[in-house]
């Protein structure tokens, strides 16, 4: 079956301290991942997708196929980075399918 | 561009009612996707269209069904509310219907209350 997991409802981290949001998946084949942010009052909008490799906002995500996982990284997280995280992986065409969603509260 | 633009933004039904909800892509955008959002769940996948022919179908009921104009935008019914129908339905858009090349981008959503 094709799942996401998000373990964690909630991340509260201090101004300027690392952050992780875990995500773990199952799928049988090639998974694309991508990481999806919900900032307060905001439409959901892509933040990055594994394919791309690249570094959005200072966030970082690198899949590791032996692990099923994909971990959203900041090394130094910032009070704007506050907002509603969800993983998501393609299980066709524009088929996402999404994890439950991590909130993120960065404390000053 | 306004970005993806869905109406209503709110919407109280009564059980047994039908609903119509309706989404309009970005411009140029030919694929339009529908989600549904339960309180405290991430988005599920309900339907994806593109160039007005069903590509996708997520595990709903029949009650729930969609079509896509000619001009790309889109309606999603559900007929025979129940009250787990509440939720916010979301509608994204993308330039060719395919997530590993494309990014869709979502509208702000319909938020369907089912007394």
């Known amino acids: 079956a094709q799942r996401v997991t998000q373990p964690e409802k909630l991340l509260s981290v201090f101004k300027g301290a690392p952050v992780e949001l875990k995500c773990n998946y199952s799928?049988?084949?090639?998974?694309?991942l991508f990481w999806y942010v919900q900032y307060s009052r905001q439409r959901l909008q892509l933040l990055l997708r594994h394919i791309s490799r690249e570094s959005i906002k200072g966030f970082t995500a690198d899949l590791n196929k032996g692990e099923t996982s994909f971990h959203l990284k900041k090394p130094f997280a910032q009070e704007e980075d506050s907002a509603m995280y969800y993983c998501a992986l393609t299980g066709g065409y524009n088929k996402l399918i999404f994890g439950a969603g991590t909130r993120l509260a960065v404390h000053p | 561009d306004a970005g993806v633009t869905q109406s209503p933004t709110h919407l109280i039904k009564t059980r047994g009612q039908q609903v119509t909800l309706r989404c309009s892509p970005i411009s140029g955008h030919k694929s339009v996707s529908w989600y549904q959002q339960v309180l405290g769940q991430g988005p599920q996948f309900i339907f994806q269209y593109y160039e007005k022919e069903e590509r996708g179908r997520g595990n709903f009921p029949d009650r729930f069904s969609a079509r896509q104009f000619p001009n790309y935008s889109s309606e999603l019914n559900v007929n025979a509310l129940l009250l787990g129908d509440s939720a916010l339905y979301l509608c994204a858009s993308s330039a060719l219907g395919e997530s590993r090349t494309d990014t869709q981008y979502f509208g702000p959503g319909t938020r369907l209350t089912v007394l």
């Open positions: 799928y049988s084949g090639s998974p694309e």
